[in-house]
Structure formats: C-alpha cells, structure tokens
C-alpha cells in the first residue's frame, strides 16, 4: 500500500481559512460582550431577575458566563478590600465617641426616670379623672348616637303602627300609601338596622295581602250588584218613564205586603191602640227619589282599581272585573223558567238587564279605562241578540191580548231607559213590530170567540124598539140612516138582528186594540193607519169569514135564520165605508184615498151573503122536498078527487109565508128564490111522473096531478115576490103543462105534425117523456083485466091510437117514422 502524501494547499484555499478564523474571533466577541451586558443587568437591577436569567440559560455559553462572572466577583472583591483599608482609622475613632456617650445617656436616663416617678406621683388624680372623663364622654357619645337613632326609628315605628292600624280598620287604600311612605321614604333612613330588613321583606306580603282584601271586598260588591241589580233597574226604569211620560207604574214590581193583625183592645177600657204607622212605604218613596247610582256603594270599585293600579296591576283588575261582569251579565240574560206565564216575570227580567247596565255605564263614567265605550258596545250588542230571542221564545207563548200589551209596554219603557244611557235599541224595535203581528194574531183569536158568542147569543129576529132610549141606543152604535124608520110610530122594527151592531161594535174594539199596541212605538199617523187596516182586514177575511161560514154551515139553522143571517151581511156590508172613516178619524191620517188601504169587508160581506144566499135556496129546497116526500099519489086513480092534493096545499102555504119573509131581502135575492123554489117543484112534480118505480098510471091519476099543477100556476101567478113580469114565474112550469095539456087533450096529431117545430105548441114536450108516460099508461090498461071494456069500440080505438103514437114517437126517438102511422093519426 502505498503512502499517502500530503496535498499542497493553494492560496484560495488559505484565504478561506483565514477568514473562518476571522469570524471565529468575531463571534466570540459577540458572545464576551452579551455575557458582559447580562453581568451588568443583574448588578444594577433591583427587580426580578428571570428574564436575564433566562437570557443566559438560552445559549450554551453557561460555562463561560460562569467564568466572566467569577471574573467580576473577584474584581468587586479587590475594590472593597480596597475601600477598607482606606476608612479603617475613621471608624475607629467614632467607635471612641460612641462609647463616651453611652455613658452620658445612662445618667441621662437615670434622671429622666426620676423625674417620670416624680410626674407619675403628683398627675395620678388628673388621670384617674381622666379616665372618668373619658368614659362619661362615651356614656355621652352613646347616648346622643342611640338619641339619633330612636329618631330616625321612631317615624319608622310608628308608620308601621299606622299601617296595621289601617288595614284592621280595612282602610286598604290608604294603607298602601302608608306603605309606599315607608318603603321608600322611612326605611332607608334605618337600613342598617335589622328590624328594617325584616319589615322590608314583609313588605310584599302586606301588599300582597292589601291586594287580597281589596278582592275580597270587590267579590262582595259584586255580589251585593247582583243582588241589587233588579232594584237599580226598577228605579232606571220608573225615572225613564216619567222622563218619556209614560205610566211610571209600568215598571213597578207589585210586591205582595203581609197584612198584620190589627192590635188587641185594652182589656181595661176596651180601646183599640191606633197600629204604628208602617214605614216601608215612605221608605221605598224616599228610594224611588233617589237615582239609581244612589241606591249602592261603588267605593269598593274604586278602592280596588286605584290598590291595583298603584301595584301595577291594573291590566290584571280589569280583565278580572270585566270577566266577572260578563259571568253576571249571563246570569241576568237567563230568562226565569215561568217567565212566559206573568207580566212580573218579564217585570223583573227587565229589571236586572237595566240594573247590570245602568251600573256599568256609572262605572264607565267614573273611572278611567275600567270599561270603555267599545266593550260596552260589545257587550250590549250580544245581550241584545239575547234578549231578543228570549222574549221572542217567551212571547209565542203568550196567548192573552192584555198581556202581550203589558210586554209591549215593558219592552218600550226598556228601550227607552236603555237608550237613555246611549245603548242601541234597534234589534229590540224590530222585535216590536213582529210582537205587533203577533199581537194581532191574538186578538184574532180572541175576537173568534167573541164573533162565536155573539153568533150563539143572537136570535137572528129584526130588533124591536118600544122607546126613543132604545131607538137611539141602536143607533149611536150602528150606523143606520133610515129617515121612514126614525118617523115611524113606537114599536119600530130594525130590519137587522143584534148581531150586526155586536159585530160592528167588536170590530170597532178590535181596532182599538190594535191602536193600543202602536202607542209609543213612534210611527207616523200612515204607519198606524196602515197596520190598522190591515189587521182589520186580517180580523174581517179570515176571522169574521170564517166565523160566518161556520154559522151558514150549521145544520140546525132554519131557513128563517139564513135569510136574517143574509139580511145582516148586507147592512154590516154597507158599514165598512164607517169603519173605514173610524179608523181613519183615530189615526189621525189624511183619508185622501191613494195611500190608505182599503177594507176587504165589502167583498167579503158579499161573499158570506152570497154562500147565506146559496144556502138559503139549498134549504128553501130541502124544505120543498119535505113536504113533497108528503106526496102519495095513487097513480091507479079512476077520477080525480076534484081538488088539489093536500101536501100541495101545505107546501104553497109555506111559500107564501116564507116569501112574505123576503121583503127585507135584495129584490135580486128573493126573485131568485122564488123561481129557484118554483123550477125545484116543477123538476120533483116531473120526477114523480117519470120515476121507474111507476109501473102503471091511469088518465084519472094525470086528471089528479093536473089539478096540482094548476095549484102551483096559481101560486105562480100571485107574485108572491115583487118584481117579476107577468107570467115570468109560469115558466117554471111551463114544461109540466104543455104534458098535461098533451096527454088531457090528446092532441097527438098536432104534437106529432110540429115536432121539431119552434113554434110548436107543445115544444117542452120531449119524445121519451111522452113514451115512458104512455108505456105506464098501457101497463094500467093491461093490469085491469076487464074482458067486456076490450069489446068497446071506443076503448079499442083509443088503445090502438096510443099504440100507434108510441110507435111513432119511438120512431122519432130512433129517428124512423112511419107514413101509414102518421096518416092513420091524421085520419083519428
């Protein structure tokens, strides 16, 4: 292996380390100096020497510092010893002094202890008064300090004394004043005191309590409200009355007095002591003079509010207040369970409803924000919807006139009270005009059993007058101008039956009635005059018709009756013109006859005369039928018994009576009757002639039945109801003649030879009637059985005739006719 030999260095290489060697010193240097300035630092600062420290323990020159430290130790060291050397005699001489003067102050000291023995000696009185003096002067310092002190107690004292005070005596409001005082004025004048901060922390309790009792006070005032509340209203009530001038005893509750016995007499003089006079009454005539606000204590209200609103709880006392209110207005809109059977009811009703609000509105007057205007709105408006939908509930069962008037009454003195204290009362004036048609509606059925009553109590016979008293007594309640009947001679006789001044008079109290209920409804004299006239024409088109129609209908009315029944509704037809002038003369409306309603009791009048009319040919007819179901006629008959069948007889006598009864009639009534009866006869009288349970009938029976018939042309022709033309009547029984006259003639050629003609002679002659009579005529023939008649020529001829004409009447019946029948018929 071979040696290694040493390179040479080249010059750059030289300078580089030079220049390491350069920075090397440099550094260390660097390092002397900082370790120097640390060395510094910590022999002139008088702090904390952990930043320097630190400093030193940062680099790892510890060694070195610890070096240069040593160094600077030492050399401190040399310049003391230095500093030593130099003072060294200087301080030995005032060791010297020092010790000379020590002895001077030993015998200085001595006699200054003398001297204190001395001083204490002679100064021991002063001190023990001294010491007298002092404490005297702290007994003193004491005292003026617990003098301040019971005076700054005291007030605090005795506000607290005042404040129990005035809550015993349940003066709450002023006790929160009291209470205020001495939370915030008294009390920190003794804050430092302990009995101050026991009485502060029972501070919230008293309030507490305060707020407590002024509710407990506020519960019984609304208690006793609720329990006053009807007594409130009565007098709201009464005073509005008499404000609105309106009977005051409207609104005044009828209370039942105890009669007390009289006193017993004096068992020695037998005198009886005059009784105490009873107070009550001038009691209650004191309380009637008071206003209503008058009547209760609202100092609970007000002490309760002003307690709540000093504690910051007003928002809560009113919404209590308020919600208790509403509970109790619920309570006062209950309606009592009996409260549609009496006036008293409805009486007291009312007095609670007008006491609750009465009440609110004097609180809404005289506090502020308690209730507003806008609550108060509130709460009307939905009492209201209730009130009224109880006495409409209440009063649809109200079945008496006087008493829906006396709720009618009620209701206008309550809206007038309640509008008094600015409450709308428009609902309830609505709800009276439906108790008005309601009212009506009542009366109508109350004035069916008048008109009823007077119908039953009637005896439907023209009124007799023996006097003028009578006379005029009739006709100051009728209106009835007959100038012939007033200067008739006594006894006079009305046309009419009692009936029609009844009903007149009962109509005419009907519309009373009516007008009864307008009364301080305010409405104007055509408002009235309109309801008026149509509740009478309610009370006359369904009431009064339907009360007439009942009476028509009777089955035991005689025909008598019908016909004043008839005669009545033509004079009470003619008073509606005065019942319309009645009504308006009480109204006080301008009858200028546009506006106002007309009376339907004209047509309706008519109407029941016309169906009184109806029934009176119905039983004009009936009557007829009686007497001719009478008839027995002996249709075998050989000759007539030369007179008129006796029924007949009877039944024209009946007529003649019953039309002597129609003078009082229409003319247009009677004529009608009279051939209505007339053409009933002829129609019956043709009935038994071709009624099927004939079998047979002889020229004997015809003779007979003629003889009937002329008895009823002689009735005919009498005219026994003025007016007729001649022979008008006859007509009736025109068709039974031209029978008669054919069948007593024979006259069948010409019967035959103009049938069909217009002017024939016998052209009420109908061909089925001629051949049902000649069919019974030959059913008699036949049921004789008389073998000697046959032989007669005169009887085979008149036979074979008849046969011959019913043949060809049948032939004209069928529409067939035979020329050897007619020539033969001409021939006979």
Known sequence: MAEATPRKLTSEQWKRIDSVQ?????????????????????????????????????????EKFMEMLDSRIKNHDREIERMCNYHYQGFIDSVRELLRVSTDAAQLRGEISATDESLQFSCGPLLKKGEELIRNRKIQKNIASAIEKLSLCLPVLEMYGKLQEQMKNKRYYPALKTLEQLEHTYLPRVSTHWFSQTMAEAIPQLRNSIKEASMIDLKDFLENIRKHSARIGEVAMKHAAEQNNMDPSIAKKKIKKKKKAPPPP??????????????????????EELSAQDLIDFSPVYRCLHIYTVLGDREEFETYYRKQRRKQARLSLQPPSNMHEAVENYKKYFHDIVGFFVVEDHILSTTQGLVNRVYMDELWETSSSKIVAVLRTNSATCKEGSMMLEIKKLIVLFCH???????SVGHLLELLLELRDQYSDILTQQWVLVFNEIFANDNYTPIYMESEDEYIGIITQFPFLDEELRQAPYPKRFPFSEMVPNVYNQVKEYINGCLKFSADLHLSYTEIDDMIRKSTNVLLTRTLSGSVTSLIKRPNLSLLQLIQISINMNYLEKSCIYLEDYISSITGAETDGVHAARLHGTSMFKDARSEAEDHIYKQLNQKIDEFLELANYDWLLLESKGRASGYLMDLVAFLQSIFMSFTNLPEKVAKTACMSSCKHIATRLKEFLIDNDVRGMTMGSLHQFNLDLIQCEQFAASDPVQGFQDGTLLLAFADLRQLMDLFLNEDWSAYLADYGQPKSKYVRVQPHVVINLLEKLNNADKKKGNVFQSLKKNERDKKKLLETVLKQLRGLVNGTTSNTSQKYLMHS
């Open 22 to 62: 350069d920075a090397e010193s440099l550094r260390q240097e660097s390092i002397n100096a900082h370790h120097d300035h640390l060395i510094t630092e910590i022999e002139s600062s008088d702090g904390p020497l952990a930043t320097t420290l630190r400093a030193v323990y940062e680099n790892d020159e510890l």
């Open 266 to 287: 004096n068992p020695f003089t037998g005198v009886v002591e005059v009784a105490p006079v009873d107070v009550e009454d001038d009691l209650e005539e004191e309380e």
């Open 417 to 423: 009270t309640l509008k008094g204290y600015g409450f």
